[in-house]
C-alpha cells in the first residue's frame, strides 16, 4: 500500500490518497482510496477500520463496474 497526500481547499483538513492492489483470477488490479482527514493518522485509521467495504467495491470494480481513474472511493471524516 502507498500513500500520497493532496492538498485540499480551505485548510482544514488533508487528502490523502492510499494506492493498493487487489489479486482476481491470478491478475492484479491497481486501486485507489482517497480519505479527507485531518493527518496521515487519522486517515490511516478510517482506510484500516473501512477496508472490508473497501476491498468489496474494489473486487466489485474488477468483476465489472465502472471505476473512474481508479479511485473505487472517497472517505471523509466525520
Given at each position: 500500500?502507498?500513500?500520497?497526500q493532496?492538498?485540499?481547499n480551505g485548510g482544514?483538513?488533508a487528502g490523502?490518497?492510499?494506492?493498493?492492489?487487489?489479486?482476481?483470477?491470478?491478475?492484479?488490479?491497481?486501486?485507489c482510496?482517497?480519505?479527507?482527514?485531518?493527518?496521515m493518522?487519522e486517515?490511516?485509521?478510517?482506510?484500516r477500520?473501512k477496508?472490508?467495504?473497501?476491498?468489496?467495491m474494489?473486487r466489485?470494480?474488477?468483476?465489472?463496474?465502472v471505476v473512474?481513474?481508479?479511485?473505487?472511493?472517497?472517505?471523509?471524516?466525520p
Open positions: 500500500m502507498r500513500q500520497q493532496t492538498s485540499m482544514q483538513s490523502y490518497s492510499f494506492f493498493f492492489q487487489i489479486a482476481s483470477d491470478g491478475e492484479r488490479r491497481a486501486c482510496v482517497k480519505v479527507d482527514a485531518p493527518s493518522h486517515a490511516s485509521a478510517l482506510f477500520e477496508w472490508p467495504v473497501i476491498e468489496s474494489a466489485d470494480g474488477i468483476n465489472g463496474e473512474e481513474d481508479g479511485v473505487i472511493m472517497t472517505l471523509v471524516m
